[in-house]
């Protein structure tokens, strides 16, 4: 059996326990959302974020998550844009845009890259040892 890291562990308990005020204001635009009529949905909230923590955290495919949680891959697929979209729609998770980052370091990281070729022991063209039978011996 595989070992969780310890605090991806602990994330996935804080948000099954439900408690801050940013899950509340989740649940409440989640809730908002939904359809009043129709069809439950199979994933509640909190199963929805955990999909999405297994996804950014331990790069696991949506097939692999979509079978953990016994749904369709595009239903997962589905779920994490959402997630991700209201995430970005808080303002709390978002990133610096490209003029920020342009502006803020100034300082460049030099990266070099050995692309020397390096010669490839191949066999001689008229070695007579590496063909197993002659082509007169087969039918």
Same mark, same amino acid.
């Given at each position: 059996?595989? #070992?969780? =890291?310890?605090?991806?562990?602990?994330?996935?308990?804080?948000?099954?326990?439900?408690? /801050?005020?940013?899950? *509340?204001? %989740?649940?409440?635009?989640?809730?908002?959302?939904?359809?009043?009529?129709? *069809?439950? =949905?199979?994933?509640?909230?909190?199963?929805?974020?955990?999909?999405?923590?297994?996804?950014? *955290?331990? %790069?696991?495919?949506?097939?692999?998550?979509?079978?953990? %949680?016994?749904?369709?891959?595009?239903?997962?697929?589905?779920?994490? *844009?959402?997630?991700?979209?209201?995430? &970005?729609?808080?303002?709390?998770?978002?990133?610096?845009?490209?003029?920020?980052?342009?502006?803020?370091? /100034?300082? %460049?990281?030099?990266?070099? &890259?050995?692309?020397?070729?390096?010669?490839?022991?191949? =066999? #001689?063209?008229?070695?007579?040892?590496?063909?197993?039978?002659?082509?007169?011996?087969?039918?």
């Amino acid at each position: 059996m595989r #070992q969780i =890291p310890a605090r991806v562990r602990d994330e996935k308990k804080d948000v099954r326990k439900g408690g /801050g005020n940013t899950e *509340r204001k %989740y649940a409440a635009e989640h809730a908002k959302n939904m359809r009043k009529s129709g *069809r439950k =949905p199979k994933l509640c909230m909190e199963d929805k974020l955990l999909a999405t923590l297994e996804y950014l *955290r331990e %790069y696991r495919t949506m097939a692999h998550i979509a079978v953990s %949680y016994d749904i369709a891959e595009s239903n997962i697929h589905a779920t994490i *844009r959402w997630v991700e979209n209201t995430l &970005v729609r808080d303002g709390t998770f978002s990133l610096p845009g490209k003029k920020a980052l342009l502006k803020g370091s /100034g300082g %460049y990281d030099v990266v070099l &890259v050995d692309a020397t070729e390096t010669p490839i022991e191949r =066999p #001689q063209k008229n070695s007579g040892g590496s063909i197993p039978a002659r082509k007169s011996g087969t039918p």
